[in-house]
C-alpha cells in the first residue's frame, strides 16, 4: 500500500479547497439567480475542470488535478464517498406522498418516452434496411438489433 508523501498531501487539500470554494461560491451565486445549489455547484465543476480551465489555464489544471497520481486516486475516495452523500441527501428530502400522487403520470412518460423511439427505430429500419446500409435477408432481426441511429459512426 503507498502512501502520500508532503507534496502529494497539499495537493490533495488544494484539490478539496479549491472543489470547496468554488461549489460555495457558485451556489451562492446560483440561490441570487433564484437557481437551485446544485446548479452553482456543477457550473463550478465545469469551470474546474478540463472544459475551460483546462482550455485557459492548462497548466494549472494538470498541476491541480492531473500531476499527482496517489492524490487523484484519494480525491476519487473522496469524490466516491460525496456521490453517495449527495444521493442519501437527495433521498432524505424525496417527499413519498407526492410521488405516489404523481407515480402514474410518471411511469406513463416514462414509458412513452422509452416505447416510442424504440417503436419508431424499429419501423424505420425495417422500411428502409437499405438506406440505413443493412443488407440481411431478414428485415425483422436486423431492424430489432441494428444500432440505431447512427450504425456507421462505431
Known amino acids: ?10 495537493n490533495l487539500l488544494l484539490q ?3 472543489m470547496l470554494i468554488m461549489a460555495r461560491i457558485f451556489a451562492e451565486l446560483a440561490r441570487k439567480f433564484k437557481l437551485p445549489a446544485v446548479v452553482g455547484e ?20 494538470d498541476y ?7 492524490s487523484n486516486v484519494a480525491l476519487d475516495g473522496f469524490v466516491q464517498i460525496s456521490v453517495v452523500l ?3 441527501i437527495a433521498g432524505l428530502e424525496v417527499e413519498l406522498q407526492v410521488v405516489w400522487n404523481q407515480g402514474k403520470n410518471a411511469l406513463k412518460i416514462a414509458t412513452a418516452s422509452m416505447a416510442l423511439p424504440i417503436i419508431t427505430g424499429f419501423v424505420l429500419a425495417y ?7 443493412v443488407n440481411i435477408n431478414d428485415r425483422a432481426v436486423a431492424s430489432t438489433f441494428l444500432d ?3 450504425p456507421s459512426l462505431h
Request: aromatic share 14%.
Open 16 to 18: 478539496l479547497a479549491a
Open 148 to 150: 440505431w441511429p447512427f
Open 1 to 10: 500500500m503507498e502512501t502520500l508523501n508532503h507534496k502529494e498531501v497539499i
Open 86 to 88: 449527495l444521493l442519501f
Open 127 to 133: 422500411a428502409f434496411p437499405e438506406f440505413l446500409g
Open 64 to 70: 491541480l488535478f492531473g500531476s499527482h497520481e496517489m
Open 42 to 61: 456543477i457550473l463550478a465543476g465545469i469551470i474546474l475542470g478540463p472544459t475551460i480551465l483546462g482550455t485557459l489555464f492548462p497548466g494549472a489544471q
